[in-house]
Nanobody
C-alpha cells in the first residue's frame, strides 16, 4: 500500500512563511512527478506547483516568485516553501504524486489527505 502524508500546515499572518512537507511510504518502485494542489470550499482543486523526477518545476501564476517546490528522491519527500503569504493562499493543500508500486506495471496517481493553511491576522 502506498501513502502520502502531508505536514506543516497551520495559521500564519499575512506576509509570513510556511513550509509544507509530504512523505511517501509503502511498496514504492518509482515516483515520477510530484506536486502540490490546493482547494477552497466551493471551488475546484487547483494546481500550485509540480516537480519532475529530474527537478523541472512548474508553478501557478498566482504563486510564482513566492513559493518554491523541491524534492528529496532519497527520502521520497516533496516540499513547498511558501513565502509572502496572503489571505488568498488560504486553502487545504494536497500532495500529489505519480507512483509505481512493486505490484503494478504502471504508475498511478496518489493523493495525500490534505493539510489546512490559513493566512489571517
Amino acid at each position: 500500500q502506498v501513502q502520502l502524508v502531508e505536514s506543516g500546515g497551520g495559521l500564519v499572518q499575512p506576509g509570513g512563511s510556511l513550509r509544507l512537507s509530504c512523505a511517501a511510504s509503502g511498496s514504492i518502485r518509482r515516483i515520477n512527478a510530484m506536486g502540490w494542489y490546493r482547494q477552497v470550499p466551493g471551488k475546484q482543486r487547483e494546481l500550485v506547483a509540480t516537480i519532475t523526477r529530474d527537478g523541472t518545476t512548474n508553478y501557478a501564476d498566482s504563486v510564482k516568485g513566492r513559493f518554491i517546490i523541491s524534492r528529496d528522491n532519497a527520502k521520497i519527500e516533496v516540499y513547498l516553501q511558501m513565502n509572502s503569504l496572503t489571505p488568498e493562499d488560504t486553502a487545504v493543500y494536497y500532495c500529489n504524486a505519480g507512483i509505481q508500486s512493486f505490484w503494478t506495471t504502471s504508475a498511478s496517481e496518489y493523493w495525500g489527505q490534505g493539510t489546512q493553511v490559513t493566512v489571517s491576522s
